[in-house]
Structure formats: C-alpha cells, structure tokens
T-cell receptor, first 112, second 113 residues
Framework: NAGVTQTPKFRVLKTGQSMTLLCAQD?????MYWYRQDPGMGLRLIHY???????AKGEVPDGYNVSRLKKQNFLLGLESAAPSQTSVYFC???????????FGPGTRLTVL | AQSVTQLDSHVSVSEGTPVLLRCNYS??????LFWYVQHPNKGLQLLLK??????LVKGINGFEAEFKKSETSFHLTKPSAHMSDAAEYFC???????????FGAGTRLFVKA
C-alpha cells in the first residue's frame, strides 16, 4: 500500500515551458487535491476533485489546469510556467469529504 | 470570513519539557479545526482534529489540543517533547460542512538534547 505518490520529486523549468505533475493514490479515495506551499504562507488549495471526471477551482487556480480521468490519478498541468509558480506542490486525497487528508511527499518545482 | 493565525513562527524546547504551539482562528460559524505535522522533506500528516465533539482532542504521538470557543483558540500541547517531534506544525480551519480549508503559516518546533 503506497498511499499517495507524486511524480516527479524535483523539476526545473524555464519560463514558458509546460509540464504535468502526476498524483496517484491506491486507497480508493474519492477526493483528491493539489496544494502549493510557499515559505511563510502555509498551504493553499489550487484545484480539487470530488470524484472521477470532476474538478473544481480552489483558492489559487490561475495558471494551472487539472484532470481526473481515473479515480486513482489526479494530474496538475502548467501550460506556460512562470517564476511565480516556483513552489513545492503537494497532492492529497481523502475518502469522503476534506477531513483526514493523506498527503504525498511533494514535488519541488523551480521556474527560471 | 475564516482565518487562522499561528502565533509563533519558531518554538524551541529541550527534550523532556512541555510543548505549546499556539493557534487562534476566526470563523463566522462553527469551525472544524485540525493540526498537521510535516517532517523535513515529507508530506503532511494529520495529528488530530476537532469537529464539534469533545473540546479536548487527543491525537497521535501524545499530542492533544483544546478547543476554546471563548478565546477562539486551538493550542497544541504535549507533556514531554521528544527529539522526533522536531518538525513543522500547521493549524488548519475549515467551516463545518464546507470545503474551503485555511492553513496557518506554520510553527517550526526545535527540540534540543
């Protein structure tokens, strides 16, 4: 039982490049989330999903897109990376509702 | 509007002494409150949660927190610190029945031998 896994662990992009972050969970959770963590600001919700085929905007969705084609996977896309998107990205999942979220180990993204 | 304030960005204690991490919240309605811990280079792990049941909540690893509505506080405590408790701790508030979750800025706990 791997829990929540994230791919890749580290990435460096140039401004304007695109990339996709993959989150996978093997706990059969309905809800999945993408957060970004910046120094001194805690975590902020980017997008979330309440089930396969659904997505919704969180607190800071601009510049990001997501897809939940399979229940176990939640993809976060950056179409045109900007230096302001340099951050640590965390994926999380929960069985029903936002209580008791299980977090992945994070992806450290640097945009030059 | 909801908000959460962690009153200390850093707390340093000696091993075996008590831990107190302070959190104040602001919420128009009954909130759900949580504490998460993040060890270096790891994801967050839920320590405990308050969802309108008992005001004193016990969590994992000997931590507990007390919900005080009159003081709008949800401080995290542990009677005796262990070296393995060194980590960053996040206080989190969510409107009960809602979805929006607000994370505090975090308190980094240092434990000295």
């Amino acid at each position: 039982n791997a829990g929540v896994t994230q791919t890749p662990k580290f990435r460096v992009l140039k401004t304007g490049q695109s990339m996709t972050l993959l989150c996978a969970q093997d706990m059969n959770h309905e809800y999945m989330y993408w957060y970004r963590q910046d120094p001194g600001m805690g975590l902020r919700l980017i997008h979330y999903s309440v089930g396969e085929g659904t997505t919704a905007k969180g607190e800071v969705p601009d510049g990001y897109n997501v897809s939940r084609l399979k229940k176990q996977n939640f993809l976060l896309g950056l179409e045109s990376a900007a230096p302001s998107q340099t951050s640590v990205y965390f994926c999380a999942s929960s069985f029903t509702g936002p209580d008791t979220q299980y977090f992945g180990p994070g992806t450290r993204l640097t945009v030059l | 509007a909801q908000s959460v304030t962690q009153l200390d960005s850093h707390v340093s204690v000696s091993e075996g002494t008590p831990v107190l991490l302070r959190c104040n919240y602001s919420s128009s309605y009954s909130p759900s409150l949580f504490w998460y811990v993040q060890h270096p280079n790891k994801g967050l792990q839920l320590l405990l949660k308050y969802t309108s049941a008992a005001t004193l909540v016990k969590g994992i690893n000997g931590f507990e927190a007390e919900f005080k509505k009159s003081e709008t506080s949800f401080h995290l405590t542990k009677p005796s610190a262990h070296m393995s408790d060194a980590a960053e701790y996040f206080c989190v508030v969510r409107l009960t029945g809602g979805f929006k979750t607000i994370f505090g800025a975090g308190t980094r706990l240092f434990v000295k031998a």
